[in-house]
């Protein structure tokens, strides 16, 4: 099992910054490919930015140049550096971790993430 706790959520104005972590835990050996999602309200869950182990990143079209995925293998942890963040960045955003081992992937609870204009 593992457990994916999220944090780092709030609400702040348009051009605001936030950053986002998520810490695993649990019975593995390593994680494989990290990844942060979205879902508005009424919208479907979209991928926002993931990173591999080894540190190659990838991002959605609407965030890209705005933020920044990290990861700290050692800490199991990874974070968005979310800058220049628009209303419609709002939502609730969840981790995604890939136990590599098993090819499983497992989801956090989510942490809620409005901007105002």
């Known amino acids: 099992q593992v457990q994916l706790v999220e944090s780092g959520g709030g609400s702040v104005q348009a051009g605001g910054s936030l950053r986002l972590s998520c810490a695993a835990s649990?019975?593995?050996?390593?994680?494989?490919?990290m990844s942060w999602y979205r879902q508005a309200p009424g919208n479907k869950r979209e991928s926002v930015a993931s990173i591999t182990s080894s540190g190659s990143t990838n991002y959605g079209d609407s965030v890209k140049g705005r933020f920044t995925i990290s990861r700290d293998n050692a800490e199991n942890t990874v974070y968005l550096q979310m800058n220049s963040l628009k209303p419609e960045d709002t939502g609730v955003y969840y981790c995604?971790?890939?136990?590599?081992?098993?090819?499983?992937?497992?989801w956090g609870q989510g942490t809620q993430v409005t901007v105002s204009s």
């Open positions: 995604n971790a890939l136990v590599v081992v098993i090819n499983r992937g497992y």
């Open positions: 649990g019975s593995f050996v390593s994680l494989g490919a």
